[in-house]
């Protein structure tokens, strides 16, 4: 059984910095993302990883997307925060290896339980 779990998420200021950090356990997911869904929005697509980093562009330059070498931890390094970016954040992993990486929630067949960050003015 695949468990995904976030944690990392907090209340800061806009400017500040926070990481996130997501836990797999039980199958190697080579491709992993982070997703965020903001209150009364559709959960959207912010980064991906695979052999390559995708990201939305309302995060590109600002959000670092990586993971250990045995794909395990995946981390969402978040800089330069906006109020915008506030949101409940959720890991996500992709069950089949494929070139092709997803940006929507259907590319996804697991899902963590969310972590909140909120960006504060």
């Known amino acids: 059984q695949v468990q995904l779990v976030e944690s990392g998420g907090g209340l800061v200021q806009a400017g500040d910095s926070l990481r996130l950090s997501c836990a797999a356990s039980g199958r190697r997911l080579y491709t992993m993302g982070w997703f965020r869904q903001a209150p009364g929005k559709e959960r959207e697509f912010v980064a991906a990883i695979r052999q390559s980093t995708h990201y939305a562009d309302s995060v590109r330059g600002r959000f670092i997307i990586s993971r250990d070498e045995t794909l395990t931890t995946m981390w969402l390094q978040m800089n330069n925060l906006k109020v915008e970016d506030t949101a409940v954040y959720y890991c996500?992993?992709?069950?089949?290896?494929?070139?092709?990486?997803?940006?929507?929630?259907?590319?996804?067949?697991?899902w963590g339980q969310g972590t909140q960050v909120t960006v504060s003015s």
């Open positions: 996500a992993g992709r069950k089949w290896d494929a070139v092709e990486i997803p940006r929507t929630t259907g590319g996804y067949d697991y």
